[in-house]
């Protein structure tokens, strides 16, 4: 996603048009491409508008050059569109720490379930996973399965249909065994449109197990609706982060992590695989580094 702005900044520092030129196609194909990655139209503008307002009201330092120090203004108003200075809180800073996922069906919160469980285990935490997905038959399998592979015990009752119940009893358990990061995965049943229903499920578990942090996974591609996911979401749970997956797959990424970015909900993590390993801490600020090289 966004890969032809890492030309447009080389073509830019290396190009031999004049610099009012060359500003002037570098913003050209900076709008292009947000535009291409669905980052809303009118976000674009204000920041392509907030970029020419600072070239005209400000001035290169002299150490440095002044190629340079209009990618700088670039690099700072794009890490401000996708979420600005906030550095997401990783690190629980209490144990035991239990976070719940919601999402809806197939955006990836079960093998999201595993990746987060993998990397707690690789930072030294006694990590539990429970299987509370009874509405999808291969979801608590597919949790064993990726416990196994990466050594993390997983809780899951085969054939019940009570999700609470499971995740309540899966939780107790993992407390009594001295656990120190439990992470419940969901049943994500509802389609999108079914907001309403997913948050009110949310509700029901949230309260059986008063998780100590409710994360929302949502996936790349439902581009701009991701806002009015993310609001709601953010409104409804107040110690909710959110997690964007599959952020390697769609020229759509950029819609839904600029959407959610403007709701100021906290983007945690950002998905950008199918392996265990493809999960990263959603920083804005090295986002923007590696789209712009
Ligand atoms: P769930 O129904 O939300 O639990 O979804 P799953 O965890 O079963 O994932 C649905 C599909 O998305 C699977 O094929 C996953 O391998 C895939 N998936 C999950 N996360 C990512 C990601 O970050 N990138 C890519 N490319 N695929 C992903």
Redesign the pocket.
Known sequence: MLDNLRDAVRKFLTGSSSYDKAVEDFIKELQKSLISADVNVKLVFSLTNKIKERLKNEKPPTYIERREWFIKIVYDELSNLFGGDKEPKVIPDKIPYVIMLV?V????????AGKLAYFYKKKGFKVGLVGA?VY?PA?LE?LQQLGQQIGVPVYGEPGEKDAVGIAKRGVEKFLSEKMEIIIVDTA?RHGYGEEAALLEEMKNIYEAIKPDEVTL?IDASIGQKAYDLASKFNQASKIGTIII?????TAKGGGALSAVAATGATIKFI????KID?LEVFNPRRFVARILG
């Open positions: 999402g069906q197939g955006t990836g919160k079960t093998t999201t997905d999808r979801a597919q994500g996974v997956t599959k952020m390697d797959g998905g950008t695989g199918e493809e």
